[in-house]
């Protein structure tokens, strides 16, 4: 026969804790529907973080021209030392050729010591060395030894500096890679940020950077700040004709550029070389520490480390390529940490 026992009722504490228990639950799914929307960092936080990985970008990219213009520099001076190398063998080869045919006419003659005939087939230098043997050559060889061993001593001292410049080769290029996955690192985290942000985000910055472009434009035209100079001017007009131009790292004209690709290329259509890189162009001329002094057209660096430069285009602004996604376009000297102007 079945027994009908009443259910047992569970305790007032056990109560107590589950209903703690399912309370907790409830409030920290409620903090983690409340949290979840605030980890999409806002437009201003993208647009701030975006700004940050640009600069930092465009530091690599300055050292990344450094690193590009020595390779190009070292490859140069490498090449003309194996040329000399080349030439300096044949000259040696023709001195040898002409010292042994004049050896075997000796010996033939009898008038050179059949060690001579052996030395000559193998090393000047250490039979010049021997001055007991010296007596047994005449001027003319002795003349020819000389020339021999200055030749061989050349040669190896150009061959020791092509080995030196190839290894410096070989570290300037794993130098360059580095700087260019660091480029491209930071160039990729920025775009993933911006790809958080909505259509209408996207379109909103984008809007205020024309804006703030167009703005700065405007104000330009109403400059009277004369030029530095006759090349400073065509410089500047150089850089006036590429606005809109993308910029690039590594770029350096004529249809994109990075910062010290413009202000190097403007320069040279003016007929004036000066460094590549903006921390090489800090120290191309002379310094101008006070924004009143500048005029158009003189170089203008920015932040401690120098790794930003633009073209000063009169009443406070700067023509220059910013950053990764802008263009060639005037903007205002104080919304970047200035430093000095140079004057070309």
Known sequence: MASHRRPKQPSRTRVTVLTTAAAAAVAFSAQAANAAPSEKPSKDEVKAKVDALYEQAEQATEKL??????????????????????????????????????????????????????????NPDDYLDKASTMDQLSAQQVEALTKIQGKQRELAQERAEASSKLKDLSATRTELKKKKDEVKSKLATAQKLLNTLTAKEKAALDAADERASRSDSERVGLSDTPPASGFAASAFAAAQSVIGSPYVYGASGPSSFDCSGLTSWAYAQAGVSIPRTSEAQANAGTRIYSQNDLKVGDLVIFYGDFHHVGLYAGNGRVLHAPHTGAVVRYEAIGNMTFEFGVRI
């Open 65 to 122: 021209d450094g690193a590009q213009e020595k390779q190009e520099k070292l490859q140069k001076e490498i090449s003309t030392i194996q040329d000399n190398v080349a030439r300096g063998q044949e000259e040696l080869n023709k001195l040898r050729d002409g010292l042994g045919t004049m050896a075997s006419a000796q010996y033939r003659t009898g008038g050179i010591d059949p060690s001579i005939q052996l030395f000559l087939s193998s």
